[in-house]
């Protein structure tokens, strides 16, 4: 019989050894993740090639040790927020807001919404996984009648209940008031919390948790799984400047104390701002299997092919790996750089290694999504569609 997965949840960090014992029955399979919500009735979203399944099923509480005495670089930035029971955090950049745990995740439509592309069933509502970036495919979709700011662009029969977290210093963001907006059955919330604005699309059957949604955001230094809202990684790198962490040493750590592995994915938006895009947890089988790859990966970075790009070391997006002790300590910290031309591979303190199946594209899953890549290295990470 196959090993199974660990379950996925939003449970809180200091329930670490507890859960660890508690949830250990609890199993849930590895799923296609959908990426587009179409129509209401059916409820269907499309899945990209490239935006495909989880490597594993993450585990189902934040790992941080939050009694552990402060040891430099490795440490997060501080508490990730509590989550209520029944609920799951959601982060991007420095906003964290609360939904409901049955609440599923999806890329929110957008000018291409009548593409013909696969589709991926999803029942219920959702929360948006683009926030800013992600692609849209280049079709001609048909105009649809006036609506207010925030609602569409697609057919109002093809809404869904959803919340987006929009960074509003996005060139491509259209201003929404904030407060709340009706049309027809539906309602729209805005409220702007620093540069992100929570914009929550509601109907009948979700406007009994749509104020508690929109007032639980708040702002905080450490996402609702652990990871730090703003990283050095998110530095665009240059061919004599590398972006790598000040300390860690993945090769030095022992798979078998590996109990979990915190996955941040970030924009590169310069390091000084926040720029958390989304994070996910995995739990010890997976990532006792990424350290494992990494380890024995050849030591030369890349694939690189800078010949297909004007500007090889060009990045949009990085991933930032925390191998986490039984504690739920970081044991070490890898950069991955996945996306670009040149300078791709897996960082530490000390050491770059190459680029692998096992090494990247297992990294994504959850609301941790491949969005774009070049060449090899994007083969080798864009996860498998199964």
Same mark, same amino acid.
């Given at each position: 019989m ?10 809180a960090?200091? +329930?670490?050894? &507890? @859960? #660890?014992?508690?949830? $250990?029955?609890? *199993?849930?399979?590895d ?5 587009r919500? !179409? ?6 979203? +499309?899945?990209? &090639? @490239? #935006?495909?399944v989880? $490597?594993?099923? *993450? ?9 552990? !005495? ?6 997060? +930035? ?14 991007f ?14 890329? +929110? ?7 013909d ?12 996984l ?6 849209f ?46 049309f027809?059955d539906?309602?729209?919330r805005?409220r ?12 009948a ?9 929109v007032?639980?955001a ?12 703003t990283?050095?990684?998110?530095e ?8 790598a ?15 979990g ?6 924009d590169?938006?310069?390091?000084d ?14 990532a ?17 092919q ?5 500007e ?7 991933l ?23 300078g791709?591979?897996?960082r ?14 297992a990294l ?11 060449g090899e ?10």
């Amino acid at each position: 019989m196959s090993q199974q997965p660990e379950p996925e949840d939003g449970r809180a960090a200091d +329930a670490f050894r &507890a @859960a #660890l014992c508690r949830r $250990a029955d609890e *199993v849930a399979p590895d799923v296609a993740l959908p990426t587009r919500p !179409a129509r209401r009735s059916g409820r269907w979203v +499309a899945a990209g &090639a @490239a #935006l495909a399944v989880a $490597a594993s099923a *993450v585990v189902g509480f934040a790992l941080v040790n939050r009694d552990r !005495a402060a040891d430099g670089a490795l440490d997060p +930035a501080g508490d990730p927020p509590a989550i209520a029971e029944g609920w799951r955090g959601v982060s991007f950049r420095d906003v964290v807001v609360q939904v409901p745990e049955e609440w599923g995740d999806a890329s +929110a439509p957008g000018p291409d919404w009548c593409a013909d592309v696969p589709r991926d069933r999803i029942d219920g509502p959702y929360v948006d996984l683009r926030g800013s970036g992600g692609f849209f495919l280049t079709v001609g979709c048909a105009q649809q009648s006036p609506v207010p700011a925030g609602f569409g662009p697609d057919p109002q029969e093809q809404w869904v209940p959803h919340l987006r977290l929009v960074d509003l210093t996005s060139a491509d963001v259209k201003d929404v008031p904030d407060g709340t907006t009706t049309f027809g059955d539906w309602t729209l919330r805005a409220r702007t919390i620093g540069e992100v604005q929570v914009r929550l699309l509601s109907d009948a059957s979700t406007e009994d948790v749509a104020d508690d949604i929109v007032a639980s955001a708040q702002t905080s230094d450490t996402g609702a799984l652990g990871c730090d809202t703003t990283s050095p990684a998110q530095e665009q790198p240059r061919e004599d400047r590398p972006v790598a962490p000040a300390e860690g040493d993945l090769a030095a750590v022992d798979p078998d104390e590996v109990q979990g592995l915190l996955v941040c994915q970030y924009d590169r938006v310069g390091a000084d701002q926040p720029g958390l895009r989304a994070e996910r947890l995995a739990g010890a089988a997976a990532a006792r299997a990424w350290l494992g790859a990494v380890q024995d990966a050849p030591r030369t970075g890349g694939p690189d092919q800078p010949q297909n790009c004007m500007e090889p070391w060009d990045s949009t997006m990085t991933l930032a790996v925390h191998p986490l002790g039984v504690d739920g300590s970081r044991l070490a910290t890898g950069f991955v750089a996945y996306d670009a031309c040149a300078g791709n591979g897996v960082r530490d303190a000390t050491t770059t290694w190459q680029l692998t199946r096992e090494t990247c594209a297992a990294l994504f899953g959850a609301r941790v999504r491949f969005w774009s890549g070049n060449g090899e290295a994007g083969a080798r990470c864009a996860p498998s569609y199964e």
